[in-house]
């Protein structure tokens, strides 16, 4: 199984950026998939995903900024990224798994598999 990310990049406080993740070797059609990211010194935090039915979850810090989207058929999550600001810089990682529950989303310890991640700045 494999996860690749994309989409990363440098932009200015205020810019937009779109990250996709493709995976490859399973399906994750009725399992979970999204993002988390991760700054210098900090631990991996919950950014968004998407549950079974298509629903999204969001961290409270990117709520209203950020859209997690899934396209079942292709097999690939997206993050549109929206009004960033320098606090969002980080690598952000995609992540799948099939047989998390929902209390479980939060963190990245109970997922299965990851993308290799790709780097986002923000600059002020």
């Known amino acids: 199984v494999q996860l690749q990310a994309s989409g990363g990049g440098q932009v200015q406080a205020g810019g937009s950026l779109r990250l996709s993740c493709a995976a490859s070797?399973?399906?994750?059609?009725?399992?979970?998939m999204g993002w988390f990211r991760q700054a210098p010194g900090k631990d991996r935090e919950f950014v968004a995903v998407t549950w079974r039915d298509g629903r999204g979850y969001y961290a409270d810090s990117v709520k209203g900024r950020f859209t997690v989207s899934r396209d079942k058929a292709k097999n690939m999550v997206y993050l549109q990224m929206n009004s960033l600001e320098p606090e969002d810089t980080a690598v952000y990682y995609c992540?799948?798994?099939?047989?998390?529950?929902?209390?479980?989303?939060?963190?990245?310890?109970?997922?299965?598999?990851w993308g290799q991640g790709t780097q986002v700045t923000v600059s002020s």
């Open positions: 992540a799948a798994d099939s047989r998390i529950i929902l209390s479980s989303i939060w963190n990245w310890r109970n997922y299965d598999y």
């Open positions: 070797g399973r399906s994750f059609s009725n399992g979970v």
